[in-house]
Nanobody, 117 residues
Framework: QVQLVESGGGLVQPGGSLRLSCAAS????????MAWFRQAPGKQRELVAR???????NHIDSVKGRFTISRDSAKNTVYLQMSSLKPEDTAVYYC???????????WGQGTQVTVSS
């Protein structure tokens, strides 16, 4: 069974940093595209960052230079390093695993990130 277990969310002050982790099981991790999405209350879920099986990354404009997605093949884990956090980054962050040829993928349970002073 596919399982994505997220950790690392919490409360942080503006300008602070957090690292989110997503541990994957039940998939051949090395051939999956991994991604982070986020959803704020009343807003559409949006892609934040994506990393391909080959390590190619993509980050949305609002987080470029502040967030970095990475993957550790030995641990079957994808990370989102978040720095210079802003209140508008406040959202539930979700991990997603998808085969490159697929339209939909599997979701994690979500982890809350709150940026507030």
């Amino acid at each position: 069974q596919v399982q994505l277990v997220e950790s690392g969310g919490g409360l942080v002050q503006p300008g602070g940093s957090l690292r989110l982790s997503c541990a994957a099981s039940g998939i051949i991790f090395s051939i999956y595209t991994m991604a982070w999405f986020r959803q704020a209350p009343g807003k559409q879920r949006e892609l934040v960052a994506r990393i391909s099986p080959g390590g190619t990354t993509n980050h949305i404009d609002s987080v470029k230079g502040r967030f970095t997605i990475s993957r550790d093949s030995a641990k079957n884990t994808v990370y989102l390093q978040m720095s210079s956090l802003k209140p508008e980054d406040t959202a539930v962050y979700y991990c997603n695993a998808r085969l490159p040829t697929a339209i939909t993928g599997s979701w994690g349970q979500g982890t809350q990130v709150t940026v507030s002073s």
